[in-house]
Each structure stands twice: as C-alpha cells, then as structure tokens.
C-alpha cells in the first residue's frame, strides 16, 4: 500500500514539474489561433489578437481559419500546451443547446482565458410604424399580438436570439421571418415587409442615419460606446442582455501559469488606443477579463440563452 501511494505521489510530483517547465519556456515554438473562416468578425479579431501575441510573445502567432461548427471538436482535441487556441464567438456554449451529438463540452472540454470582444444588437423599427421607444413598440404588439413581424437572420443567432429574448420578457407575440443573411432581412424592413429587426450595428447603422430605419434601443446591459444616443432595451425590461461576444479558449488542462501569461498579454492588447480604435470600427467593442470572469459570463449566458433556446423550440439550421 505504501509502496502504491509513494508510486502515485512521484507520478504527480513528475506531472507538476513537468507543466512548471514547460510553463517557464512557453513559448518556444509558433502559436495557431484556431478561428472561423475569413472575412467575419472572429477572422478581423484573430489577426490583430496575433499581431499583438507575436510581438509580446516573442514568437510567431499564426491564424488558421476552419468551418465555424467544427472548432469547438477540433480544438478540444488539442495538446493542452497552450499552443492551440481558439477565438470564437457564444455560439461555441450556445451551440450544444441547438444540436445534438455536440462534439465538446463547452465548460469541461476548454479553459478560458480572456473574454476579448462585444457587440450589440441594435432595435430598428420600419418609420411607418407608429412607436419611437421600446415601452411603444411593447404596447402596439401587446395590442395586436401576431400582426408583427420580425427580420431574422439563420436560427440561433445573435440578433435571432435578441428578438427571442425579448419576445420571452416582454412578454409579446411577434412573428419571426427568417432570412439566409442579415442584408437580405434588412432589405425587407426597409421595404416594409416585416415591421423591426434586431440587427447588427454595423448594418443597420447605416440605414438608421439615412432615415430609412428607426433606432429604438441597444440590446447590451449598459448604454453602448458604439451606440451611444441609444437607450437600453433594459432601460424598459430590467435583466435584458443579448450580445455577440466573443474570446479566447485553450483546450482544458492547459497549465494555469500558460493561461494566465496569455491572459496577460491579451487583455494588454484589447485595452491599447490603436486596437479599441481598430475593433471600434469593425462594429466591436473591445473587453479584456480575468479567466474567471470569463467562465461566469459563459455560465450566466447559458442559463438564460439555454432556457430561451429550449422554450422556443430553436434548432440550428
């Protein structure tokens, strides 16, 4: 029995020294940073994530784009070294909520390390509809349930998920129109065939300022830095949140010295002038955390995204 526990303590003794070496010399070869395919919002925000890890890194920081719905399997199953990472989006925890056979846990299988990212949705009304703020939009539905329609874009997603939240707290009956991409449900608002839209604020900005679209609210829990004339859709139903975030994972068991010294130079890169201005621009705020903070917004996100998902019967397509 002794000779069993003296065996197992030298095993976890060999474990432990061997993740304090490996964490003194990390890095010492290229880093991949796992992400969706090129030209959205996770791609714009992985390459200027390596840019800032290669230089405080001292190493080579490289973007290696897949298919959205494979990158949660695919990294999981990587070395937990701390040179493979991911930057996805909440759909990595939403997505076990709307499809089965998920190949990842996405609280067991990852070990989080910064949230990086947020963007709002904003609520954008037709300008025929008779409302100019969230309490008049709730009114007129409540007054004519079924008769609304909303824009919404592939199942699941964030402003999908925005209009469903709402439609849950306010407590309306509004119908949902589903469309291939955003640009052809806003096509739609602005030609009058469906009523509002939970949009991304980089598209529907645009149309806003031109007066073809009527802005009524943000959807983030606070007033916005990118929608700043804005009120919140909190302001009128208290609790409501519904964002695009985004961040960056290794795969579990990557040693915490590793997590942390990424962690470190992440949110140093998120809170520089240029970058805030850089993601600003691409319709992103930019949020640095600790890993812990990160954990708990991906589990309050899920309880309350995870539930609307369920009693709304939405799978992804």
Request: charged share 15%; glycine share 16%; aromatic share 4%.
């Given at each position: 029995m002794t000779n069993t526990v003296g065996w197992i303590l030298s095993i976890a003794i060999a474990v432990f020294w061997t993740h304090a070496a490996s964490s003194q010399t990390y890095p010492n070869k290229p880093?991949?940073?796992?992400?969706?395919?090129?030209?959205?919002?996770?791609?714009?925000?992985?390459?200027?994530?390596?840019?800032?890890?290669?230089?405080?890194?001292?190493?080579?920081?490289?973007?290696?784009?897949?298919?959205?719905?494979?990158?949660?399997?695919?990294?999981?199953?990587?070395?937990?070294?701390?040179?493979t990472l991911l930057l996805s989006s909440g759909s990595l925890w939403l997505l076990p909520y709307l499809q089965d056979n998920v190949p990842y846990d996405p609280v067991k299988d990852f070990s989080p390390i910064s949230l990086t990212n947020r963007a709002p949705n904003i609520l954008v009304v037709h300008p025929s509809l008779p409302v100019k703020s969230v309490p008049e939009l709730i009114a007129l539905a409540r007054a004519k349930p079924g008769t609304l329609a909303y824009a919404a874009g592939l199942a699941g997603t964030s402003p999908h998920l925005a209009a469903e939240l709402f439609k849950s707290m306010a407590r309306v009956n509004i119908l949902g129109i589903h469309y291939k991409g955003a640009v052809a449900g806003l096509n739609d608002l602005i030609g009058g065939q469906v009523q509002l839209m939970f949009a991304t604020t980089s598209a529907a900005m645009p149309h806003v300022k031109s007066g073809r679209l009527r802005g009524l609210a943000s959807t983030s829990a606070v007033t916005s830095k990118l929608l700043p004339d804005f009120p919140t859709v909190a302001a009128t139903l208290p609790g409501y949140k519904s964002e695009a975030e985004y961040g960056m994972w290794a795969p579990s068991k990557t040693p915490p010295a590793i997590i942390n010294r990424l962690n470190q130079e992440i949110v140093h890169i998120v809170t520089q002038p240029a970058v805030i201005e850089k993601f600003f621009n691409a319709g992103l705020e930019s949020v640095g955390s600790s890993p812990e903070q990160f954990d708990a917004e991906i589990r309050s996100d899920m309880a309350r995204m995870g539930k609307v998902i369920k009693d709304a019967g939405i799978r992804a397509n």
């Open positions: 880093i991949r940073i796992v992400t969706a395919t090129p030209g959205g919002n996770n791609d714009v925000m992985a390459r200027l994530l390596a840019q800032g890890l290669t230089a405080g890194l001292g190493q080579n920081v490289i973007v290696e784009n897949r298919p959205s719905l494979l990158l949660g399997g695919y990294v999981s199953k990587a070395p937990p070294d701390g040179y």
